[in-house]
């Protein structure tokens, strides 16, 4: 690991690179240009550290759970709270600083592709305050199945798209966000949300949510003396587990653990990337995907909108290759029983995508023993979630006869 | 990414069927006409035939799509086609025997056109020696930036095979200078910054952007991105050494109540085009 990657061709070993049209080199050209420059510059750092402070609301906390650790092997579980963050995710951290890059390249508009729409809402909040014009894509799927985060981002100002082509999720938003962006790239900044496309956004995205990291490995290390045994994040583009996992990557005794969607089960229809996939070129650079035979992309599925996504970023398939992080898939059902458990354990209701994390962290804390301490990534709050979870649990009124579905 | 065995034979491909055909056009004085339909569409045998009624009806080459699941640079109209060869059955191996029916049925250059993955995940190798082997011309891989392409272009130059590389408007001259060193066949222009479709105006960026290709390189240039009539056809030919038509004919397809519809349909389209390339040999569109 002593190479830095990406090597200056965007390329994470054998990942990452930027296959994209000949017509976006310029402007993807021009966001690397820009983010050089802008990452030495202190007008740039200071604005960024200041937002961080006076708007997100950062540092996040650090919060140990010993009643939900009771059941991950009487392991210390401790959570790195990115559901706190303004807008209720780690998104934020990613959105102000391709806000304040987007003013810095002169260009008036943002468009942003959005699965659970955390990425949306994020974007559409760092418009308003920098008064940028904002175009949300998201799948038809995921406007029905996320219809409050849809109201958050028209609430905003922003205009929201939904998306009716192909499998009407995640990969399809970011197909019709690229297409926007190839016929209004002189005004328009692609606010990509994850740590994959082409080269520099996995570069740009990870070093934005670095923070994460930074400020849980100084947390963990002030309250325990020691580093953690292991880091857990899900998984889906990857980029708040790259966040996490990136200040750990030198620390060889912290094992990294993603997490990702098995849905119904690896037999069955799955968002396992890392797990079932094989390398391949989607959305601008070469990574992990699922895909069949001729390269065609299959569907993905998660009962978790941020997750569905058969491709995933270009680091974790490098980490994943030399064997740094480790990616267990995590079903539906367990990450529901994880949602449920922090929820009734601790008072924090966790995002349906950070709950593959928890229910990550049950299974490596019994593994692990009592003795072993565990970081977490809780990188956003489950509001958005209530009526999915509502639903599977049979909590609400109508829904009695599919009570006990996740019991 | 599939190595080569050292028996394998190597077939020969036809790009200089593509520059002979380019021209042949040019020593008429007039822009070559190439048209674009994905195999498969509307059906396997259907695919063939609209693309051989193509090359009979007046296209001077074809280029044939290949379905993919995620058609980033392309409208609604080239998903919907897709999407319907996709559904129908539509592998890659019926992408290179498409080629090889259409190249066989009537001598004139075939090219294939796909997104990235298909090709990658297929082999470069093996994809190279399936097109050379099928009598394609080359290949135009709109998502293959010249930085990426060199593997691909070792195949194909070993085997006679074009590489179509895409230019916009947004282009700077020093990487038209590169990719017109790097390409073959021709260099597709795009005649705007966007996707695939019909549009109702062909901008001003088109003429421009061909002066600029023409200074970098002796390749012909052709434009491709919107031309949908006869007229916009003799617009763009009155400037480019060749005008590429494919969203105009998906949709004859798309809109033909019957396969032997469709097929009168593109070939009628192709001789209203082919009478709009000439055309722009007295300046007068028809």
Redesign the interface.
Same mark, same amino acid.
């Given at each position: 690991m002593s190479t830095p990657v990406p090597d200056p061709?965007g390329y994470f070993g054998a990942f990452g690179?930027?296959?994209?049209? %000949? @017509?976006l080199? @310029? @402007?993807v050209e021009q966001v690397a240009e820009e983010y050089e420059k802008a990452k030495h510059d202190p007008a740039f750092t200071e604005e960024l550290a200041r937002l961080h402070a006076e708007y997100t609301g950062r540092p996040s906390p650090l919060t140990e759970a010993p009643r939900f650790g009771a059941h991950a092997g009487g392991a210390r579980v401790f959570l790195k709270r990115e559901d706190l963050n303004h807008t209720g995710s780690h998104k934020i951290n990613n959105v102000l600083g391709q806000a304040l890059l987007t003013k810095r390249m002169g260009k008036t508009r943002v468009i942003a592709e959005t699965g659970a729409g955390q990425h949306g809402v994020a974007t559409a909040t760092a418009a308003a305050l920098f008064d940028l014009d904002c175009t949300v894509y998201m799948g038809e799927v995921d406007t029905e199945r996320q219809a409050l985060n849809v109201a958050r981002m028209r609430f905003l100002g922003a205009e929201v798209i939904p998306v009716r082509?192909?499998s009407r999720t995640l990969?399809?938003a970011i197909?019709d966000a690229?297409?926007d962006w190839? @016929?209004?790239?002189?005004s328009t900044h692609y606010l990509f949300g994850t740590a994959a496309g082409p080269h520099p956004f996995p570069m740009l995205v990870r070093d934005l949510h670095r923070i994460i990291g930074q400020e849980a490995r100084r947390q963990i290390t002030e309250r325990t003396g020691a580093l953690p045994d292991a880091v857990v994040a899900c998984v889906g583009g990857g980029s708040n587990a790259m966040g996490i996992f990136y200040d750990f990557i030198p620390d060889s005794g912290v094992r990294l653990y993603g997490c990702e969607a098995a849905g119904e089960g690896l037999a069955a229809r799955h968002a396992a990337t890392l797990t079932k996939g094989?390398p391949?070129?989607?959305?601008g650079s070469r990574s992990y995907?699922l895909?069949d %035979?001729?390269?065609?992309?299959l569907e993905a599925h998660s009962i978790s909108a941020g997750l569905d996504y058969p491709g995933v970023g270009p680091e974790h398939s490098y980490l994943k290759d030399t064997g740094r992080a480790e990616y267990l898939p995590i079903t539906d059902a367990e990450a529901m029983d994880a949602m449920r458990l922090l929820s009734r354990t601790e008072g924090i209701i966790p995002a349906i995508e950070s709950s593959h994390a928890l229910a990550g962290a049950l299974k490596i804390g019994r593994g692990l023993g009592p003795d072993a301490t565990l970081l977490v990534n809780v990188s956003g709050r489950g509001d958005k979630d209530m009526e999915t979870a509502a639903r599977w649990f049979g909590l609400l009124p109508e829904d009695h006869s599919d009570a006990q579905k996740g019991q | 990414m599939t190595a080569m065995t050292e028996d394998t034979t190597r077939s020969t491909g036809s790009v200089t069927v593509l520059s002979a055909a380019l021209a042949a056009a040019k020593a008429e004085g007039r822009a070559a006409l190439i048209g674009y339909l994905p195999a498969g569409f509307p059906t396997f045998e259907g695919g063939v035939r609209a693309l051989t009624a193509m090359l009979e009806g007046g296209c001077d080459a074809v280029e044939v799509g290949l379905p993919?699941?995620?058609?980033?640079?392309d =409208?609604?109209v080239i998903?919907t086609a897709d999407t319907i060869a996709?559904e129908g059955g539509t592998?890659?191996k019926d992408v290179l025997e498409t080629i090889r029916r259409v190249a066989a049925g009537t001598g004139k250059p075939v090219l294939v056109m796909s997104s990235?993955?298909?090709?990658?995940?297929?082999g470069q190798e093996r994809f190279a020696e399936g097109l050379a082997a099928a009598g394609g011309a080359g290949a135009i891989l +709109? !998502?293959?930036?010249v !930085? !990426?392409s060199g593997e691909w272009r070792a195949a194909a130059d070993a085997r006679g095979l074009g590489t179509v590389?895409?230019? &916009?408007?947004?282009? +700077?001259d020093a990487?038209l200078r590169i990719?017109g060193r790097a390409g073959s066949g021709f260099v597709y222009a &795009?005649s705007?910054? =966007?996707?695939t479709g019909t549009r109702t105006s062909v901008g001003a960026q088109a003429e421009d952007l061909v002066r600029r290709m023409r200074a970098a390189t002796e390749l012909p240039v052709c434009v491709g991105l919107g031309v949908s009539d006869a007229q916009q056809a003799a617009e763009v030919a009155a400037f480019a050494d060749g005008v590429i038509v494919g969203s105009a004919f998906v949709k004859r397809v798309l809109a033909a109540p019957d396969e032997d519809a469709a097929v009168d349909a593109v070939r009628e389209l192709a001789g209203e085009l082919a009478a709009g390339v000439r055309s722009s040999l007295s300046g007068v569109a028809e």
């Open positions: 061709s690179g930027r296959f994209i049209p %000949e @017509a080199v @310029a @402007a082509t192909g990969k399809d197909n690229f297409r190839v @016929a209004n790239v002189d094989e391949g070129v989607l959305h995907l895909q %035979e001729d390269g065609q992309t | 993919y699941s995620d058609p980033v640079l =409208g609604p998903q996709l592998r890659t990235w993955n298909p090709i990658d995940h297929y +709109p !998502e293959l930036p !930085e !990426e590389f895409v230019v &916009a408007p947004s282009s +700077p990487r990719i &795009a705007v910054m =966007g996707v």
